[in-house]
T-cell receptor, first 113, second 111 residues
Framework: DAGVTQSPTHLIKTRGQQVTLRCSPK?????VSWYQQALGQGPQFIFQ???????QRGNFPDRFSGHQFPNYSSELNVNALLLGDSALYLC????????????FGPGTRLLVL | EDQVTQSPEALRLQEGESSSLNCSYT??????LFWYRQDPGKGPEFLFT???AGEEKEKERLKATLTKKESFLHITAPKPEDSATYLC????????????FGTGTQLKVEL
């Protein structure tokens, strides 16, 4: 049973560029959440997708956008990259329901130069 | 706004030396409290979910407890492989199942 997978594992971009990160949820899961984790900090919620729509959003600017596909996989897009966007980007999957546990992928390490 | 505070920030133990990690939270109605373990450069690994005050859960050398204001992660006779950052997160009512995390406790267990 495959867990949550993310690609790429590492990425280096320059300021002003755009980036797309990808996530495949755990088998049987239909909800995907994205988190940003800066070094030495806990993960910060970006947004959550269910039924191909953004259902909940954290305190992140519109430069952060996403998409969910019919097979439940998801993409996170970040436009006009800033140095402060350098972080570990985590995808978590769950089933739609209250109190459902979220299972995390290995993350994508983004470095913005 | 939901808040989670973890203490200590870092903890160094000798192998076999038991201790506890603390997670204090402020949330308007707790839906669930989650403990995760995170190794350097990896994604968080799920450990426990607690839903109501008085609840306890155990897994190997770890035991999590919950009160109305805080949760403890007790580590009994730790081994070097227990070294990791332990993250606490809360889930509140009000839409979705967003997790609000603390900054974690970095645990190092030495021989």
């Amino acid at each position: 049973d495959a867990g949550v997978t993310q690609s790429p594992t590492h990425l280096i971009k320059t300021r002003g560029q755009q980036v797309t990160l990808r996530c495949s949820p755990k088998s049987g899961h239909d909800t995907v959440s994205w988190y940003q984790q800066a070094l030495g900090q806990g993960p910060q919620f970006i947004f959550q997708y269910y039924e191909e729509e953004e259902r909940q959003r954290g305190n992140f600017p519109d430069r952060f956008s996403g998409h969910q596909f019919p097979n439940y996989s998801s993409e996170l897009n970040v436009n006009a990259l800033l140095l402060g966007d350098s972080a570990l980007y985590l995808c978590a999957s769950s089933t739609r329901g209250l109190q459902e546990t979220q299972y995390f992928g290995p993350g994508t390490r983004l470095l913005v130069l | 706004e939901d808040q989670v505070t973890q203490s200590p920030e870092a903890l160094r133990l000798q192998e076999g030396e038991s201790s506890s990690l603390n997670c204090s939270y402020t949330v308007s109605g707790l839906r669930g409290l989650f403990w995760y373990r995170q190794d350097p450069g990896k994604g968080p690994e799920f450990l426990f979910t607690l839903y109501s005050a008085g609840e306890e859960k155990e897994k190997e050398r770890l035991k999590a407890t919950l009160t109305k204001k805080e949760s403890f992660l007790h580590i009994t006779a730790p081994k070097p492989e227990d070294s990791a950052t332990y993250l606490c997160a809360v889930q509140a009512p009000g839409g979705g199942n967003k997790l609000t995390f603390g900054t974690g406790t970095q645990l190092k267990v030495e021989l």
